[in-house]
C-alpha cells in the first residue's frame, strides 16, 4: 500500500512540474485536452462502477480470494 501512494504522489508531483516545461506541452488546443481529460475520468469511473455493479457480494476493497470464489474463463456465470 505504501508503494501505491508512493507512485501516485509521484505522478501528480511530475505532472505538476511538467506543467511548467514547455517541452512537455501537447500541441492541441486546450480545450480539446480538457474535454479529452473530462471523457477519459468519466469513461474510467463508469467502467469501475460496471465492474463494481458486476461483482457485486464479490467486490471488495482489498483484494483478497475466499474459499467459494471461482476462477470464470468464459462470460457466462457459474452456478
Known amino acids: ?37 473530462l471523457l477519459l475520468m468519466v469513461g474510467g469511473l463508469a467502467f469501475r462502477w460496471i465492474a463494481i455493479l458486476r461483482l457485486g457480494r464479490f467486490f471488495t476493497v482489498d483484494v483478497a480470494i475466499h474459499s467459494d470464489h471461482a476462477v470464470a474463463d468464459s462470460g457466462r456465470r457459474q452456478g
Do not use: Q, Y
Not at 507512485?7 to 480545450?31: D, H, N
Open 1 to 37: 500500500m505504501a508503494l501505491l501512494w508512493f507512485v501516485i504522489g509521484l505522478g501528480v508531483t511530475l505532472a505538476v512540474v511538467a506543467v511548467r516545461v514547455p517541452s512537455t506541452r501537447i500541441p492541441v488546443p486546450r480545450s480539446i485536452l480538457e474535454a479529452t481529460s
